[in-house]
Nanobody, 124 residues
C-alpha cells in the first residue's frame, strides 16, 4: 500500500463542501512553504494554494480564491484544504507538496507529490 499522506476526498454534489487533510511524512520546519495542487486526467497540474515564505500569507489560484481555504495545525503537523461551493470542474486528484510563490506574479510552483493524492469528484 502507498503511504497515506493526503486524505478526505470523496464524491460530493455541486455546491457541497469537503475538507482535505495532509500529513507530511518527512520532518519539516514550521515556516516551510507548503500547499495544495490538483491534477485531472490528461491535464496539467494546477496550483491551488501555497503559503508564501516571505510573509506567511496564503496565496490562492484565481480558480479557487474565495471558495477554498488552506490552514495548518503545526501541533498536529497537518495541512488542511477546506473546499466550499464545489463545482464539477473541481474534480481531480488533490495533492499536497512543497511549493513556492513566484515573486513576479504570485505564480504557484509545486515540487512533486508527497503521496498518492486524494480523489475529489464533484457530480450530481
Amino acid at each position: 500500500q502507498v503511504q497515506q499522506v493526503e486524505s478526505g476526498g470523496g464524491l460530493v454534489q455541486p455546491g457541497g463542501s469537503l475538507r482535505l487533510s495532509c500529513t507530511p511524512t518527512r520532518p519539516r520546519l514550521d515556516d516551510d512553504a507548503i500547499g495544495w495542487f490538483r491534477q485531472a486526467p490528461g491535464k496539467e497540474r494546477e496550483g491551488l494554494a501555497c503559503i508564501r515564505s516571505t510573509d506567511q500569507q496564503t496565496i490562492y489560484s484565481d480558480s479557487v480564491k474565495g471558495r477554498f481555504t488552506m490552514s495548518r495545525d503545526d501541533a498536529k503537523k497537518t495541512l488542511y484544504l477546506q473546499m466550499n461551493r464545489l463545482k464539477p470542474e473541481d474534480t481531480a486528484v488533490y495533492h499536497c507538496s512543497d511549493c513556492t510563490v513566484r515573486l513576479h506574479d504570485d505564480w504557484l510552483t509545486f515540487f512533486g507529490s508527497w503521496g498518492q493524492g486524494t480523489q475529489v469528484t464533484v457530480s450530481s
